[in-house]
């Protein structure tokens, strides 16, 4: 797993920690570091990340997503898509340089920012049955982007979400990824049900994110 280093951010390496205890770590340590979180002096008085770690603290608890889990306003270039984002970094097996210049450690400004990732990395790991829940809910012929944020973990994601998508023929997706040899694992054990679905456009542009 690479970390991208914060020099003279805190606040920043504060949550990278908890990042790579979410995504690697048991429900009881990722409940144990965000009570360590909650009490440290970091975040003393900071009532928007101390929220943050409390909705955390219940997803851990109760399995019940606190954050939307699909942001449906797309942003202020692409207005017209349904965005899907995890963390970044600890979800990025690809990730190299490029974790120096990555914009989506911008929005760890703003707690509700890093709060939806971490939310959708833990039931990646730890409750998928939500996230296709959510996706089974979606409106009709929207477009998905994948992995604004963070990058398939594994070739169980990269299954997973092609699994959710042929439930939904009406639904296109396309994302970014370093994930190569994910990507990869995923194409060789389904060559033909990967090219069999001309809705899908899996438009994974291997470039930097």
Known sequence: MKLKTFKNAPTFAAL???????QSGTPAEIASHIDMLAASPLFAG?????????????????????????????????????????????????????????????????????????????LMRHNPAAIAAAFLDLPANVTLRLYVDGDFSSAADVKFWFANLFMRPDIAA?????????????????TSELQSRLHLVCRLLLEKK
Not at 16 to 22: C, K, P, W, Y
Not at 174 to 190: C, D, I, T, V
Request: glycine share 6%; aromatic share 14%; proline share 4%.
């Open 46 to 122: 900071r009532r928007a990340y101390q929220s943050m770690l409390a909705k955390l603290a219940a997803l851990v608890s109760t399995g019940a997503p606190q954050y939307a889990i699909f942001g449906m306003k797309g942003n202020s270039k692409l207005p017209d898509f349904v965005a899907f984002s995890s963390l970044p970094a600890v979800t990025c097996p690809g990730a190299g340089a490029c974790l120096d210049f990555c914009y989506s450690f911008r929005a760890w400004r703003f707690a509700h920012s890093f709060g939806r990732q971490a939310s959708a990395a833990y």
């Open 16 to 22: 990278q920690s908890l990042a790579v205890t979410i």
């Open 174 to 190: 396309y994302g970014y990824s370093k994930s190569f040899a994910e990507l990869l694992a995923r194409s060789e054990e389904h």
